[in-house]
Structures are given as C-alpha cells and as structure tokens.
C-alpha cells in the first residue's frame, strides 16, 4: 500500500520555523520525485518545491519560487525514504496545508502527481 504522511505542522508566530516532514512508502522512492505543494483558504493548490529522489536535485515551482526562495529548503534522507521542508522566516500568508506528493518523473516534468498525502495545517500568526 502506498502511503504519504506528512508530519510537523503546527502554529507558529511570524518569523518562527518549523520543518514538516513527509514519510513515504509502499514504491521505489528512488524512481519518483517528491513535492510539497500547499493550499491556502479560498485558493488552489499550487506548488512549491520539488526533489528528484535520485540525484537530490531540487527545483521550486514557478509560483512560489520568489516568495519562498531562500525560506524554504527541500531535502531527503533516502535511507528513510522521507522528504523534508524546512521552513524559516514564516509569514502569516505561508499559512495553508501543506501537502506532499510523489510522481514517478523528474521535477521538471511534474503532472498531477501519483501519490498524495492527507496534509498538514500550517498557521502562521502575525
């Protein structure tokens, strides 16, 4: 059974950090990329970050890429086949689901992902 479970969210004040971790298993972590993709109040679900298990490179979607850049860093421990967002210098607007996503593709070539997780709410207060 393929399984995607992400952990550490939470309530956090502006400014503070927390890394949200997404557990995989059930597939060969090493053939997919793994994405963290969020969803605010009223809006869609759009990208944020992505890694291509791999080679651990790691790319940020278009439309999120200039507001999380230098923020938020992707990374991987293959040997537990989990993926982590570390998030620092938090906004209220960062405040939505986080969700983690896995497609056997690379980064770049993301479609709708194959395998998602249930989410984890980030609240960040001002």
């Known amino acids: 059974e393929v399984q995607l479970v992400e952990s550490g969210g939470g309530l956090v004040q502006a400014g503070g950090s927390l890394r949200l971790s997404c557990a995989a298993s059930?597939?060969?972590?090493?053939?997919?990329?793994i994405g963290w993709f969020r969803q605010a109040p009223g809006k869609e679900r759009e990208g944020v970050s992505c890694?291509?298990?791999?080679?651990?490179?790691?790319?940020?979607?278009?439309h999120y890429a200039d507001s999380v850049k230098g923020r938020f860093t992707i990374s991987s421990d293959n040997a537990k086949n989990t993926v982590y967002l570390q998030m620092n210098s938090l906004k209220p607007e960062d405040t939505a689901v986080y969700y983690c996503?896995?497609?056997?593709?690379?980064?770049?070539?993301w479609g709708k992902g194959d395998y998602w997780g249930q989410g984890t709410q980030v609240t960040v207060s001002s």
């Open positions: 996503a896995a497609e056997r593709t690379t980064c770049t070539g």
């Open positions: 059930g597939f060969t972590f090493d053939d997919y990329a």
């Open positions: 890694i291509n298990s791999s080679d651990d490179s790691t790319y940020y979607f278009t």
